[in-house]
């Protein structure tokens, strides 16, 4: 019986690597042609990947989570038939860097089924089932001291052998210099790195990491494989706590007049199939404030140590979806309408939850604000959506007493929470900046004047 060895395929856009969410396959399994097979997860885009010959699944190569490179083989396909070819063992081996696969076989085989540019790995998280595959349960060894480095790279280049052994010296990859082809990260590198070669670049007294901590194993616990999405999230997030210098600034805003105008505006939304919420309106207040404070709508480019002022408004607004936080990007805000902003929103919204949006829709927000809508509470600390210097965190809306020309009565009263990056934004400028839109919210009609 013949095998064919199945390698990640360049699925474009500059892509040279993917992180395996799910197999729809096991060890064993019978596949026909254009069965679903694997779901794989980019920067760009989460892959369904189908069969590309009929057989039996003889062996799976990558555990859930385990990141490939394209070109690398993934699954290995037994054949029957005369008429399917053997592939040749030398052309790919498990551990062969991307770069050198493509040289020597030509391109990698292309994708097949359905790419979905929305939410990575949704069906998973959505099914809550784990797949059926070999444990990826590993010990975890303690982390050495990480050197102090001035490079960093976002999407470092490292075969799968390169990663381990960062992991095992308790290396950030990020932060390692590659000196291989194509800007390949080498084992030589790591070892250097971690102060074992020529190439160390910082003594070895640097404050120790945390090491990882082991969960001991339990017959009364369920685990599931940490990824997708989900790591996606707990890295951005991890990313943007250990950058960005986090501030943040809570105040009142008194939302009786704001509540008068969506009350008489709402009659017209409705007649034009719009449903009104508030947060087109904290949306415009947003904006109008950005242009006021221009740092605010910046970011900050580590490589060329530039700040980076953007001219254009693309405002992210997170969302609660299945698979975890998202945020859902309206483009060009500040020339929408508040009936523009709303249709926006809803559209949005509803395609994060169901996983529809594109890859462009889930990216490139200059700044964002996110609701917990009536599960609003108090006020929270909300995290930076790194690169952007602010968020706004938008809470629950209360009648309490407040006091009015020297009385005091019922208002309603809702909380602002906004986190800056420190680093960017003074205390004065973000305080300046959260009081710009409370004005707004608590004369909304300056929002059709200034906005």
Known sequence: MASFEFKLPDIGEGVAEGEIVEWHVSVGDAVNEDDPMVEVMTDKATVTIGAPRTGSIADLRFDPGAVAQVGEVIVVIDMAGDGAAAA??????????????KSDDGPAATAVGDIKEGLPGSDFFRSGSAPQTKSTARASAPKKAAPVSTYFSDKPLATPATRKLARDLGIDLRQVQPTGPNGRTTRDDVRGFSGGGAAATAPAAARPAAPAIAIPRS???VRKPFVGIRRKIAQRMQTAKNTAAHFTFVEECHCD????MRTRMKPAAAEQGVSLSYLPFITKAVIAALKKHPVLNTALDETTNELVYRQYYDIGIAA???????????????????????HEIKRLGEGAREGKLSADELSGSTFTITSLGKDGGLFATPVLNHP??????????????VVRDGEIVIGNVMLLSLSFDHRIVDGHVGAAFAYDIIRYLEEPERLFLDG
């Open 388 to 401: 952007e210097v602010g968020i706004l965190g938008i809470h629950q809306m209360k009648q309490k007493p």
């Open 88 to 101: 040749p063992a030398e052309e790919t081996t498990a551990q062969a860097p991307a770069a050198e696969a």
């Open 257 to 260: 007049r704001l509540i008068e």
């Open 219 to 221: 017959e009364r616990e």
């Open 320 to 342: 609660a979806t299945p698979a975890g936080l998202m945020v859902p990007v309206i483009k060009d805000a500040d020339q929408r309408s508040i009936l523009g902003l709303a």
